[in-house]
Nanobody
């Protein structure tokens, strides 16, 4: 079992940066691919980024070149560095453990964290 806790959200001006962290408990963390998703009010949860246990990364087109996902297996933590933030990045951000299938489909993830709010003011 893996339990996930996100942190690092907040209020930032457009063009600014934030780094989100997702701390995992459980000995099997390093064997999971991990993903970040986000959900804005009135919208469906959408894929942001994913990283395999080997460090291969995948990004949504909307964040490519601005966001970077990384992981530190020794610290059981996955990060999301967000630069050049835009108002449309405003959402609750969630991390989750991938269980197989598509990296882009939230249905292929489990052990969701509680989320952290990111608000970008224009």
């Amino acid at each position: 079992q893996v339990q996930l806790v996100e942190s690092g959200g907040g209020l930032v001006q457009a063009g600014g940066s934030l780094r989100l962290s997702c701390a995992a408990s459980g000995r099997t963390f390093s064997s999971y691919a991990m993903g970040w998703f986000r959900q804005a009010p009135g919208k469906e949860r959408e894929f942001v980024a994913a990283i395999t246990w080997r460090g291969n990364t995948y990004y949504a087109d909307s964040v490519k070149g601005r966001f970077t996902i990384s992981r530190d297996n020794a610290k059981n933590t996955v990060y999301l560095q967000m630069n050049s933030l835009k108002s449309e990045d405003t959402a609750v951000y969630y991390c989750a453990a991938h269980t197989g299938g598509s990296y882009y489909n939230p249905g292929d993830y489990t052990h969701w964290g509680q989320g952290t709010q990111v608000t970008v003011s224009s």
